[in-house]
């Protein structure tokens, strides 16, 4: 059995601005250099025999200080969605750029790619290889992205994305499950 540990990377000065990350670097911001402390103490007492993080800046951030003295393996494929041209824009500059297309992307992300980004169809298959790479037995911790963390969620579920956006998945929130040869049992999402 693999116990996975799934954790959401700290804040941003982009996620207090509302605006898209996606690949885009930012370094965590004060408060989410404190969420990845608290995080920290979440998992104290815990050991991992393997820790993972998304390339991105903020996720190795995260990673590095939550579980000090431990090098996380980075792997890209742990990624956020890419939003292209998109990232760095709020909402509402992307509305004023792209106006029609974001408005069919937020009713149906599957059925439409921001200008220059990554397929939610392509996004899925790199989080379900990610997935499937983890080792079948130990304790795992991966450090990621909310996006990230629904596109697992909606494998596990056998749901589309966009049918668990309505989940919240916070700065350094942690998702667990028990994963078994012939199935999971998630025992928390966002704890």
Request: proline share 5%.
């Given at each position: 059995?693999?116990?996975?540990?799934?954790?959401?990377?700290?804040?941003?000065?982009?996620?207090?601005?509302?605006?898209?990350?996606?690949?885009?670097?930012?370094?965590?911001?004060?408060?989410?250099?404190?969420?990845?402390?608290?995080?920290?103490?979440?998992?104290?007492?815990?050991?991992?025999?393997?820790?993972?993080?998304?390339?991105?800046?903020?996720?190795?951030?995260?990673?590095?200080?939550?579980?000090?003295?431990?090098?996380?393996?980075?792997?890209?494929?742990?990624?956020?969605?890419?939003?292209?041209?998109?990232?760095?824009?709020?909402?509402?500059?992307?509305?004023?750029?792209?106006?029609?297309?974001?408005?069919?992307?937020?009713?149906?992300?599957?059925?439409?790619?921001?200008?220059?980004?990554?397929?939610?169809?392509?996004?899925?298959?790199?989080?379900?290889?990610?997935?499937?790479?983890?080792?079948?037995?130990g304790s795992v911790?991966?450090?990621?992205?909310?996006?990230?963390?629904?596109?697992?969620?909606?494998?596990?579920?056998?749901?589309?994305?966009?049918?668990?956006?309505?989940?919240?998945?916070?700065?350094?929130?942690i998702t667990r499950?028990?994963?078994?040869?012939?199935?999971?049992?998630?025992q928390c999402v966002?704890?």
């Amino acid at each position: 059995m693999l116990r996975l540990t799934l954790a959401r990377h700290g804040a941003t000065e982009w996620n207090a601005a509302g605006r898209h990350q996606g690949w885009s670097d930012p370094p965590l911001s004060a408060e989410g250099r404190a969420q990845a402390e608290a995080l920290r103490g979440r998992l104290a007492g815990e050991s991992f025999d393997r820790v993972v993080a998304s390339d991105l800046l903020r996720a190795r951030e995260t990673a590095r200080i939550a579980v000090p003295g431990v090098e996380a393996a980075t792997d890209r494929r742990w990624r956020e969605l890419h939003f292209g041209a998109w990232e760095g824009l709020t909402s509402a500059e992307c509305a004023a750029r792209d106006g029609d297309l974001l408005a069919r992307w937020t009713a149906d992300p599957a059925s439409v790619t921001p200008p220059g980004g990554e397929a939610v169809a392509e996004f899925e298959a790199r989080v379900a290889a990610a997935l499937d790479a983890l080792p079948a037995e130990g304790s795992v911790l991966v450090v990621a992205h909310a996006g990230t963390i629904h596109a697992v969620l909606a494998r596990w579920m056998g749901v589309a994305l966009r049918q668990t956006l309505a989940l919240r998945i916070g700065p350094c929130g942690i998702t667990r499950a028990e994963v078994f040869p012939d199935g999971l049992r998630v025992q928390c999402v966002n704890a």
